[in-house]
């Protein structure tokens, strides 16, 4: 009978980067869906909430953002073949495809966050134009919310690219930054139709 | 492809936005598309339908019981409204 205190047994049969890897993704989605959750609570609780976002720019804007990161998650399932297949330069290429489209999110991002600000948003206050009566918090939870899941893209990116410089990076190394970029999109298909969706203005 | 699928689902989803349901039936179709498009990631995209079953059921119950407590506190908030807490 083989005896796990020996050693040479990993649980699960992964190794303990991706295992690591898995246990942080589960610390983060609670941290996310308890920022959600507070959202939705002190939205449902209000007697009115901002709704702004037109098609155009908001609408049109946050749905190409979405079709970056779901690319940017394909282009990171293309890296992570080429690297089970040993092809490095490949794997480079795709690495480099998803920062790209990962950078692209977080520039159009900031160029909404920089139209929301000059009509008057700011964390505590909705511009007067906005409506009356309106909750004040939209501000606090949308900036919260979206910034965090930014700031994660930003060092998903960075991580990302010192994976792919690495010499010493492994296959499984390139797999957990894999996991990690998948969480991100993850994160972005809760966030994108509860904040943005359930605020289209007609 | 799965892409494709979420894509799919997405534009499906930024549809759902735009025509005049019921509150509660934007709601309970955005969250359950959410999920979907959630467990394919996990499923494809992170590989998890192809590993270990204790990692698929160490991982799985835990993201169940998250986005039931993303939902738990919201009839609380309907209290709240009532109550003019604010």
Known sequence: MISNWGGGVSPFGIGHKKLGMWLFILSDSLTFGALLMSYGYMRLASEAWAKPFTFSPSIIFSTVMTFCLLTSSLTMVMAVAASANGDRAKMVKWILATMIAGLAFVVLHLIEWQHLIAEGLRPFSVPVEWGENLSPMFGATFFTITGLHMLHVLSGVIYLGVTAVRKRATHEDVEVSGLYWHFVDLVWMFVFPLIYLLSIKY | ?86
């Open chain 2, 1 to 86: 492809m799965v892409w494709l699928w979420l894509i799919v689902l997405t534009a499906i989803e930024v549809f759902l936005g735009y025509i005049h349901v019921p509150l509660a039936i934007l709601l309970v179709s955005v969250i359950g598309l959410s999920v979907v498009k959630a467990v394919l990631i996990m499923a494809y995209f992170m590989h998890l339908k192809f590993e270990r079953l204790g990692l698929i059921l160490t991982i799985v119950p835990a993201m169940v019981v998250c986005i039931l407590l993303f939902l738990l506190f919201f009839p609380d908030g309907f209290r709240a409204f009532n109550l003019k807490a604010f």
